[in-house]
């Protein structure tokens, strides 16, 4: 899979610490199209930032079953996974972690309700269906005060980009 891009803390301005001791989390994530055409996208409320479907690979999973059930958590729906968009490596020093996120077109099959987590809840997770070009303008209209938001809102800013690429 191509590297798209790695992100680090110096990208924000943050001062780079020399942590030796990371840990490695694997995401799987993924540009979600509707029979209309429309992306979605995540609006976290409460920090306001935006975010694609997508979450951790839990043990025993593979990267296309964690993400059929990443989709389905965040946008109720049921999706065939297509082909690789990218990789995006961060290099989150405040939280000593690498982040490996794994990115995929995928189809959405049928819609149902979105499943938020609790935190997702907390955040004050919003599901929009809108244009990729809709996408992009939010994203790059993201408050990155929150550290999280920072590498999130960039990464999958740059996956969206990467899909409109690929998908002309």
């Known amino acids: 899979m191509n590297i798209i ?5 110096a990208d924000f301005g943050l001062k780079e ?4 001791e990371y840990t490695i989390r694997k995401a799987a994530r993924a540009v979600v199209f509707n029979k209309e055409g429309k992306v979605a996208i995540l609006h976290a ?7 694609i479907a ?10 296309k079953t964690a ?12 999706a065939k996974i297509g082909k690789e968009i990218g990789l995006i490596i961060e290099y989150r020093n405040l ?7 794994y990115c995929y077109f ?8 979105a499943h938020f987590t609790k935190s997702e809840k907390d955040e004050g997770f919003i599901l929009e269906w809108i244009t990729i070009d809709e996408a992009i303008k939010k994203f790059k209209k ?16 740059a996956f969206l980009k990467e899909a409109k690429k690929l998908n002309v």
Do not use: C, P, V, W
């Open 5 to 9: 891009k790695e992100i680090k803390d």
């Open 17 to 20: 610490k020399k942590n030796t």
């Open 45 to 51: 409320t409460k920090n306001n930032y935006h975010k």
């Open 54 to 63: 997508g979450g951790g690979i839990e043990d025993g999973e593979n990267i």
């Open 67 to 78: 993400l059929e059930r990443e989709i389905y958590e965040e946008t109720g729906a049921k």
């Open 95 to 101: 939280q000593k972690r690498i982040q490996i996120s």
């Open 106 to 113: 995928a189809k959405a099959t049928s819609i149902g309700e």
């Open 142 to 157: 993201d408050n990155l005060s929150h550290y999280g938001a920072k590498f999130m809102s960039t990464r999958d800013l």
